[in-house]
C-alpha cells in the first residue's frame, strides 16, 4: 500500500476539538463533518485538501476526547495518512479502528513542510519527501493492520472475514 500527496502541517497537542469542532457534531454524516475538517487552525484546508493529500503534525496529535469523528474527518476530507512526533493513544487506535493510516516518525515531521509532495510506503515504513529528496523511516504496520486498513477500517475487516 502507498500514499503520495501534498503536505498540510500542523503543529502540537493538535486536538480533536480542532480536528472536528463540537458545534458541528450534531450530524452523523461524514461528509457533512469533514466539509469543517481543522477549520479553526486552518480555514483553507478543506479547500485546498485533495484525495490523497497528507497531515504532518507534532507531538501529541489527535489528543483530547474519544469520539472516532477526528480521525473520521481526517480520512473523508481526503487525506491518505497522517505522520506526526506522536499521537494520542485512543486517536491511535480510532485511526486504525476507521482505517485511517498514522505513522509516527519524528524525523519526518520535522523536516516535511507544507506543500512539499510526500510519498509513503506502508508496507516498508518509507516516507520520502519528493520536494526535497529526503528519506525517512517510520515502523511499518503490522500485516493485520494492514490488513484491517485495507479493509476501510476494523468493521470491515470483520465482515470479509466471515
Known amino acids: 500500500m502507498q500514499a503520495k500527496g501534498t503536505v498540510f502541517k500542523y503543529g502540537d497537542n493538535v486536538d480533536t ?38 497531515m504532518v503534525g507534532g507531538w501529541n496529535f489527535g489528543c483530547g476526547s474519544s469520539r472516532e469523528h477526528a480521525p473520521l474527518v481526517i480520512k473523508t476530507s481526503g487525506a491518505s495518512v497522517v505522520i506526526a512526533k506522536s499521537f494520542a493513544r485512543i486517536f491511535y487506535r480510532n ?16 523536516a516535511i513542510q507544507a506543500g512539499d509532495t510526500v510519498s509513503v510506503n506502508f508496507d516498508t515504513g518509507r516516507i520520502t519527501d519528493e520536494t526535497t529528496g529526503q528519506t525517512f523511516q517510520a515502523a511499518p504496520f503490522p500485516e493485520f493492520i494492514q490488513n484491517m486498513i485495507k479493509a476501510g477500517g476494523l468493521m470491515n475487516s470483520i465482515k470479509e472475514k466471515q
Open 17 to 54: 476539538d480542532v480536528i472536528i469542532p463540537a458545534r458541528y457534531l450534531n450530524t452523523q454524516d461524514a461528509k457533512e463533518l469533514a466539509m469543517h475538517t481543522m477549520e479553526d487552525i486552518d480555514a483553507d484546508y478543506v479547500k485546498k485538501v485533495k484525495p490523497g493529500d497528507i
Open 95 to 110: 485511526a486504525i479502528n476507521i482505517g485511517l493510516p498514522i505513522m509516527e516518525c519524528e524525523e519526518a515531521a520535522d
